[in-house]
């Protein structure tokens, strides 16, 4: 079965740090791979997404990731954060079903 | 376009209660998904549904029901209320599993079970 692995529960940075938020899938096949992010009381919205094509993908609010296959990665960076950007970050991967198959999530602290 | 509403916000329940989860889209989407999230567990699928009259079972769908009847709504039922099901449940839709795959949540349903 597909699944999906967050390396960090919670990252605490300061403004202006750059962050790196690591994400690993299971599946060795074709995959589509997400980013979403979750304001504080809010609902998911979609930062990105890959499908395929160049393996460097922009999303919004100057976030990117890159899918390096041969790693089974798709990690998200920011080079400068901001407190606005303090939220939790769920990667997820396309499951059969049409689903998505989420990690367990990255809660991020910025300080301002 | 409203995308996915979801009522109530919040709920309150005693063991062994009932009561039903409402999901809407107005995006004539054909797939549309209940998930549950707990801390520190990401999001977990109950049910899901690729058009009205088909449903099926998602990762953890004991103690769920769901039905469609229409394109628009996608309600889920819990009949016998439990307090491992105090979760927050979201609803989400999508145009179809061929497509581009993005999903489309609802603002979500906070529900404590007593």
């Known amino acids: 079965a597909q699944s999906v692995s967050q390396h960090n529960h919670h990252v605490i940075l300061s403004e202006a740090a750059s962050l790196e938020l690591g994400c690993n899938y299971s599946?060795?096949?074709?995959?589509?791979l997400f980013w979403y992010v979750q304001y504080p009381g809010q609902h998911l919205q979609l930062l990105l997404k890959?499908?395929?094509?160049?393996?460097l993908v922009k999303g919004i609010k100057g976030f990117e990731a890159e899918f390096i296959k041969s790693k089974f990665s798709f990690n998200l960076r920011k080079p400068s954060v901001q407190w606005s950007d303090t939220a939790e970050y769920f990667c997820?991967?396309?499951?059969?079903?049409?689903?998505?198959?989420f990690g367990k999530g990255t809660k991020l602290s910025v300080k301002p | 376009n409203a995308g996915v509403t979801q009522t109530p916000k919040f709920r309150i329940l005693k063991i062994g209660q009932s009561m039903t989860l409402q999901c809407t889209q107005d995006m004539n989407h054909n797939y549309m998904y209940w998930y549950r999230q707990d801390p520190g567990m990401g999001l977990k699928l109950i049910y899901y549904s690729v058009g009205a009259g088909i449903t099926d079972k998602g990762e953890v769908p004991n103690g769920y029901n769901v039905s469609r009847s229409t394109t628009e709504d996608f309600p889920l039922r819990l009949e016998l209320a439990a307090p491992s099901q105090t979760s927050v449940y979201f609803c989400?839709?999508?145009?179809?599993?061929?497509?581009?795959?993005?999903?489309?949540f609802g603002p979500g349903t906070r529900l404590t079970v007593l």
């Open positions: 997820a991967v396309k499951g059969s079903q049409g689903n998505l198959i």
């Open positions: 989400a839709s999508s145009p179809g599993r061929g497509g581009l795959g993005e999903q489309f």
């Open positions: 599946y060795g096949g074709t995959v589509n």
């Open positions: 890959y499908f395929s094509g160049d393996p």
